[in-house]
């Protein structure tokens, strides 16, 4: 692996061997970790700049730092969910605490998730170039959680997560199913193709929308360039897979409100999330200015409080579990295709995506992270529904 060589190239694990301040070295401690230990986990430290970048930027310093080389670790996704398993940003004093009210001010009091800035993940994230996902991801360029309960290679475990969605969705020939943040158009390909639907789908990507229309080419797709407040129309079935992150809780109610108009009375809306353990009024600082831009989790506490009065939940499904293996194999695809990809993209690069996937897989294994699929229905729909596992 690239990760390896990179290790033994011109710096060596350890060879800043200044001791961490005391209040770092604890909390490491406590989740089992230490600064220049022995065990994979543990953290190298080549730059004794390090320590005060987590001192006084939290997160977000740890995340440059590492993308600056000033730090190295053989097991990234097994740090994190140590570090995660003691909430030990949330712990450290000082400046990085005042940086952390700064960012839960910033969402309490700005709607970072406005009509304005909807495209804005879009252009940082999903534009980045379609080859980086097209070598990550699996045939069905699928970017969300897999299902893992009877698969063993990652296609498989996506085709099991598509074939359930349509299954939980009850689709029937001949409807029209809306879905809200349609990627590169492999929910709606499979539910096309096996379930014989027509599909419109919504994305805030251009990228992701030029190839999704390629390949949903000659069947009954349409794939738009659209805010979910702009939707327009009436569907038999509603889902949305891996988008409601970007919401945010001052929009909750406004996605709802759409939702709910677009659906028919007796249809159903699959909702499939990440969601985190407790409610928080923050994100992650280096997630929000890397990756997700203006992105939020919802607690079930306010999923479950931001549906009131638009919808009742037929189903909750939690499988957070399988989003670490996914993500494992994501780094996996990604690290070997890394040849291809170096001539376009630097190795900050390279780094800022390893920390970004490995974080996620330790999110997810401390249990911090959580994933839902939600079936929602309204009132006047009739009947029982069946859960499906």
Excluded at 31 to 49: K, L, T
């Amino acid at each position: 692996m690239k990760t390896d060589a990179w290790l033994s190239g011109n710096q060596t694990p350890g060879t800043c061997r200044n001791a961490a301040p005391d209040v770092l070295a604890e909390l490491a401690a406590e989740a089992g970790v230490a600064f220049n230990g022995d065990a994979p986990w543990d953290i190298q430290v080549y730059d004794e700049r390090l320590y005060r970048r987590i001192l006084t930027q939290g997160s977000l310093g740890f995340g440059e730092a590492y993308m600056d080389g000033q730090w190295e670790c053989l097991r990234l996704d097994e740090l994190f969910a140590r570090l995660m398993g003691v909430d030990a940003e949330t712990r450290l004093g000082g400046r990085a605490r005042l940086r952390l009210l700064g960012e839960i001010l910033r969402h309490g009091i700005f709607n970072l998730q406005s009509v304005r800035r909807a495209f804005q993940v879009g252009e940082q994230h999903y534009d980045i170039g379609n080859d980086v996902f097209e070598a990550m991801l699996d045939p069905s360029m699928s970017y969300s959680c897999a299902y893992w309960p009877n698969a063993t290679t990652l296609a498989e475990a996506q085709r099991a997560k598509l074939e359930l969605i349509c299954r939980k969705l009850e689709l029937r020939p001949g409807e029209h199913l809306l879905e809200i943040g349609c990627g590169w158009g492999g929910l709606a390909r499979h539910a096309a193709e096996n379930h014989g639907v027509r599909v419109t789908g919504i994305t805030v990507s251009r990228e992701q929308q030029a190839l999704a229309r390629e390949r949903c080419a000659g069947l009954p797709v349409s794939i738009e360039l659209m805010d979910y407040r702009d939707l327009d129309g009436r569907f038999d079935k509603a889902v949305s897979v891996g988008m409601f992150e970007h919401v945010g809780p001052k929009n909750y109610g406004a996605y709802f409100s759409a939702v709910g108009r677009a659906l028919a009375d007796d249809g159903l809306f699959l909702l499939h999330t990440i969601g985190v353990h407790a409610t928080s009024r923050h994100t992650d600082a280096w997630i929000d200015r890397y990756i997700f831009p203006n992105g939020k989790l919802p607690s079930a506490r306010e999923l479950a409080a931001a549906l009131e009065g638009h919808f009742l939940i037929e189903d909750w499904h939690s499988f957070g579990a399988d989003y670490d293996r996914t993500l494992l194999a994501w780094w996996e695809n990604f690290d070997h295709a890394w040849p291809t990809l170096q001539a376009s993209y630097d190795e900050r690069f390279y780094r800022m995506w390893r920390y970004y996937l490995m974080s996620s897989a330790g999110f997810f294994r401390s249990r911090q992270g959580q994933l839902w699929q939600l079936v929602l229905g309204k009132r006047r729909r009739a009947g029982v529904y069946r859960s499906l596992r």
